[in-house]
Structure formats: structure tokens, C-alpha cells
T-cell receptor, first 115, second 115 residues
Framework: GAVVSQHPSRVICKSGTSVKIECRSL??????MFWYRQFPKKSLMLMAT?????????EQGVEKDKFLINHASLTLSTLTVTSAHPEDSSFYIC???????????FGSGTQLSVL | QKEVEQDPGPLSVPEGAIVSLNCTYS??????FMWYRQYSRKGPELLMY????GNKEDGRFTAQVDKSSKYISLFIRDSQPSDSATYLC???????????????FGRGTSLIVHP
């Protein structure tokens, strides 16, 4: 299967700082990537759809100024959590869609802990 | 009613048992069906991918899709303790149908295979 690399796997930061998470498709080009958030023992919650070369589409209730998404190339999307607060602590996972078969592959996730 | 229903479990079985995991859905436009396995604090891993109705087998895993009943299943034969994980179903209409490719996920079923 296709490989999606996500970094960092774990980050601990102080309240008020910004954190950037990278998602790369290593062996395929992805015009569409997705960012999810997952709480313990809960299902995936879609935050936004990232489209190469255009603005991301955010799900209802997700603050676009808090969660900045950039998809500047066909292999890289980034999620920046700006001015992070303890309530932003969560497991963030990216995924990328292959074409034309439209399979979805996930990164390994990033555990964010905001102190 | 949610678009995709999946029993969260947990489902506990002895090693060697045949496991049956299921999802029901309400959107008749879904054409692509996927099963993912997720270990704790890891990204989901694509196990099976099927298009439309029918069966697909891959090693110990068999995926079944019954579009008439809006019901999909994942069977695991000769289950092993290493199969203990959360299994998520996902589905999408796909671009070919003119629909949006945003996969809809079930909430996941927690599987425990005990020795």
C-alpha cells in the first residue's frame, strides 16, 4: 500500500505556543489530504479537507484561524495549531487519497499535549 | 440515524475463533467500502478495499458487501492476539458518481482476542 508519513509522532508544548504537524505522501501524489482529530476510545473526527493549491475546507465547528492548513505541494500538507491551549491536546491524524482508485491511507498520528 | 452504524463492542473472542465485524449504512450512494485496523495511538491501517457488492478475500480476512441490505462485513479467520485492535469501516460514493469523496467512518469496533 501507499505510504503516508506524519511527523512529529509526539509533541509536548507550553500553552500559547504554535505547533506544526507535517503529513507527506511518500510514494504517490495526493491532491487531497484529510486531517482528523481523535479522542481516547472515540472515532475519527474530520477537521478539514486539504486541497493542493487551494484553501482547505473546514468542517463545521472547526476554527480555521486556530488550525491552519497548508497544502503547498502534491506530497505535503501541514497543520499548524496556533496558540495552543490544553483543550487542544489530542491525537491528530492525517490521511491522503490515492487516485484514481480513491483509496485512503493514514499517517501514524501525532499526540499533542499542551501544558 | 447515523449514516454508518457500527457496534463499538468490545468483542472478546478466544484465539483461533472466526470473528465477524459488521457495519450498516443508510446512504445508497456509497460505492467504495473499506476496513481499517487501528492499534492504540497509531494511525488506521487499510485492510480491505472493495467496490460495490460482493466478496473479497485476502489471507485470513474476507470482506463482504451487500448493497441491497446496506450491510458490510469483515471476517477474520484463525484470529490471533495480535489482531486485537479497533476495526473501523469506511465508505464513500466516490468521484465517479459525482459525489464528494469524503469518507464516512463507523465509530469502530474494539476487538480483543485472548490466548
Amino acid at each position: 500500500g501507499a505510504v503516508v508519513s506524519q511527523h512529529p509522532s509526539r509533541v509536548i508544548c507550553k500553552s500559547g505556543t504554535s505547533v506544526k504537524i507535517e503529513c507527506r505522501s511518500l510514494d504517490f501524489q495526493a491532491t487531497t489530504m484529510f486531517w482528523y482529530r481523535q479522542f481516547p476510545k472515540k472515532s475519527l473526527m474530520l477537521m478539514a479537507t486539504s486541497n493542493e493549491g487551494s484553501k482547505a475546507t473546514y468542517e463545521q465547528g472547526v476554527e480555521k484561524d486556530k488550525f491552519l492548513i497548508n497544502h503547498a505541494s502534491l506530497t505535503l500538507s501541514t497543520l499548524t495549531v496556533t496558540s495552543a491551549h490544553p483543550e487542544d491536546s489530542s491525537f491528530y491524524i492525517c490521511s491522503a487519497k490515492t487516485e484514481p482508485n480513491e483509496k485512503l491511507f493514514f499517517g501514524s498520528g501525532t499526540q499533542l499535549s499542551v501544558l | 440515524q447515523k449514516e454508518v452504524e457500527q457496534d463499538p463492542g468490545p468483542l472478546s473472542v478466544p484465539e483461533g475463533a472466526i470473528v465477524s465485524l459488521n457495519c450498516t449504512y443508510s446512504n445508497s450512494a456509497f460505492q467504495y467500502f473499506m476496513w481499517y485496523r487501528q492499534y492504540s495511538r497509531k494511525g488506521p491501517e487499510l485492510l480491505m478495499y472493495t467496490y460495490s457488492s460482493g466478496n473479497k478475500e485476502d489471507g485470513r480476512f474476507t470482506a463482504q458487501v451487500d448493497k441491497s441490505s446496506k450491510y458490510i462485513s469483515l471476517f477474520i479467520r484463525d484470529s490471533q492476539p495480535s489482531d486485537s485492535a479497533t476495526y473501523l469501516c469506511a465508505m464513500t460514493p466516490g468521484h465517479a458518481s459525482g459525489g464528494s469523496y469524503i469518507p464516512t467512518f463507523g465509530r469502530g469496533t474494539s476487538l480483543i482476542v485472548h490466548p
